[in-house]
């Protein structure tokens, strides 16, 4: 018996693994860093990518540091962040199935060689694809001028970065609390 729903061989419907954000440790690296765009029904977030991204996603347990050192360098990858304010799971479903859509269809809307998370706001379960593309549209000028920021930003970070473990101060540490005089000691 064939199935029911035969699932399409053709490369522009797949959405490979290396092409997505999946760790929380790069969304809060995203949300934290990223440079902002803003739409109605979205918030566009971009920042660089890192070591850990480019080989395909952050080291488990390995060394920390080498996987935040910036390296523009890759395709852009896209994570998606749909809270409940969205509406309800098949709305919010509905919603990131359109933004990885336009991401797959429509590449030239998304600047290249970054990391880009796109967080859905109040409303964005109603949205067609036709709504999402004319949002998208209407910033692409700035999403293309914050990614320039964020990819001239990254190397100043690497260099930073590099100069900080050059230097080999160890990190300064607080003092303990025995270190500390005690009030009732007179």
């Not at 700035?142 to 690497?158: D, H, K, N, S, Y």
Request: hydrophobic share 40%; net charge positive.
């Amino acid at each position: 018996m064939a199935p029911a729903h035969p699932r399409s061989s053709a490369s522009s419907s797949s959405f490979p693994r290396e092409r997505r954000i999946r760790r929380r440790a790069e969304f809060v690296r995203i949300q934290n860093g990223g440079h902002r765009v803003s739409t109605r029904h979205l918030l566009i977030l971009v920042a660089a990518p890192t070591e850990g991204a480019a080989r395909g996603g952050a080291p488990r347990g390995g060394d920390v540091k080498s996987a935040a050192a910036p390296v523009p360098s890759g395709p852009s990858r896209l994570g998606l962040v749909a809270s409940r304010k969205v509406g309800g799971a098949v709305s919010r479903n509905r919603a990131k199935r359109l933004l990885r859509e336009a991401f797959r269809r429509f590449p030239e809307l998304f600047p290249e060689r970054v990391d880009i998370v796109v967080i859905l706001r109040t409303g964005a379960g109603s949205l067609g694809l036709d709504d999402v593309l004319a949002e998208l549209r209407g910033v692409v000028p700035v999403l293309r001028r914050r990614a320039r920021e964020a990819l001239t930003a990254a190397p100043r970070a690497r260099t930073e970065l590099m100069a900080e473990r050059s230097a080999g101060d160890p990190p300064a540490r607080a003092p303990d609390q025995t270190d500390q005089a005690d009030p009732t000691d007179s």
